[in-house]
């Protein structure tokens, strides 16, 4: 059985789900790109930065609807996320 998620927002933990939901979400309401830091939105998606860079990095690989990369570091790492065309 393949681990690879599904655009229908199957992402194994609810966690990642949620992650992925608010993501969505976000870029619904917005044109362009998202750039987020975990520190930032940790309280909108009830994490810790922590959890929600190791979620990041495994999100990468696994959204097929979203492209999520590291973006720059500055205090914390700024991850861009944005719909694939």
Partial sequence: M???ASPSGQHGSPKAQRL???????LEERSGDLYVKGKFIANDVDLSPK?????MVQLQESVD????EKWSYTSATTWRVAKTT
Avoid: K, M, P
């Fill in 51 to 55: 959890e929600i860079g190791a979620l």
């Fill in 2 to 4: 393949s681990t690879r």
């Fill in 65 to 68: 609807d979203l492209e999520i």
């Fill in 20 to 26: 992925v939901s608010y993501f969505r979400d976000e």
